[in-house]
């Protein structure tokens, strides 16, 4: 894993609440509250960077994962416990809610199967286990999406399909993370930091990228996205405390204004924690492309008289 200390929301934009979803949910305890890797500890599951909302911890490998995908006719997934047949993942860990999206909506024309080990055996099985409930989430959402089918066949050749099968696919050449020399992996985790900054994180920007091009076959999905009631009193403090620029307000002595922008949005929830009148939530929307991308005008309040 690769951490981004400007991606970071407490970096961004600094908050009473520090963020310690890393950190809390780390099943190894590899993670400091400075953010530091310990080599001895971290395995590279994944979870930090699926409970993470804006890219501040990410696997090195991200942007070979997506081009696989893009580029494979028939797309196979192994993690390291299962029996090699396909792009080895460290984990199912490392699939967020945006990523499994991507691959439902990227099954409705290539066939993408997952091998995996036996979790239930596995160290890593809590990042597993915080993924397949958020697939579920997914699943419970969009019931209707294509079918994306999981074996589970351990590198000993043994176990028993949990979900429809798919035909196997040559292995990629390229080896996997435990390929490469431990030792020296665990020479550089420590250091493994990056200066590099975007707003939006990469498993957004690949959902968004892969919706664009099928936005024609796909009307809408189901998105988190933020609502607000008629208790607002029109403080504005929820876009003050948005680390994203997500959220913003118009005023100019007019009627308070809020622009809600979902593509930018991690869902950190301060907007939801600060608002004192308790008027915002985060709830399942069908947005379109259009709205997904675009800008909604949340809430116009009434003015001063």
């Known amino acids: 894993m690769v951490y981004h200390h400007h991606n970071c929301l407490n970096t961004k934009k600094p908050y009473v609440s520090l963020c310690r979803l890393c950190i809390d949910s780390c099943p190894h305890q590899a993670i400091s509250v400075y953010r530091e890797l310990n080599a001895n500890h971290c395995t590279e599951c994944g979870i930090c960077m699926a409970v993470c909302p804006s890219d501040g911890f990410v696997y090195y490998n991200t942007d070979k994962l997506y081009e ?4 494979s006719e028939k797309i196979v997934l192994n993690c390291p416990q299962a029996i090699p047949t396909g792009y080895e993942i460290p984990c199912l860990g490392v699939f967020d809610r945006d990523l499994w999206m991507t691959c439902l909506m990227v099954a409705r024309e290539k066939e993408l199967t997952m091998v995996t080990g036996m979790c239930a055996e596995c160290p890593d099985k809590k990042a597993c286990g915080m993924s397949v409930q958020i697939f579920k989430e997914v699943h419970n959402s969009w019931q209707d999406h294509p079918t994306l089918r999981i074996k589970v066949i351990p590198g000993d050749g043994g176990g028993e399909p949990v979900m429809e099968a798919m035909s196997a696919q040559t292995r990629s050449e390229e080896k996997g993370w435990r390929d490469i020399g431990r030792e020296k992996l665990e020479a550089m985790l420590p ?9 939006i994180p990469k498993t957004r920007q690949f959902l968004e990228e892969v919706w664009q091009s099928r936005k024609s076959e796909i009307e809408a999905l189901p998105i988190p996205a933020l609502k607000i009631n008629e208790r607002c009193v029109d403080c504005g403090e929820c876009s003050e405390v948005c680390p994203q620029g997500a959220l913003t307000q118009k005023e100019n002595g007019e009627p308070l204004t809020l622009i809600y922008e979902p593509l930018k949005c991690v869902r950190c929830q301060r907007c939801v ?5 308790k008027a915002l939530s985060m709830e399942w929307k069908s947005l379109s492309y259009r709205l997904f991308t675009g800008k909604i005008l949340l809430h116009q309040g009434k003015g001063p008289f």
Do not use: M, P, Q, V
């Open 273 to 277: 924690t600060i608002c004192r009148s």
């Open 68 to 71: 696989f995908i893009r580029n």
């Open 191 to 199: 250091g493994i930091t990056s200066d590099e900054a975007y707003l």
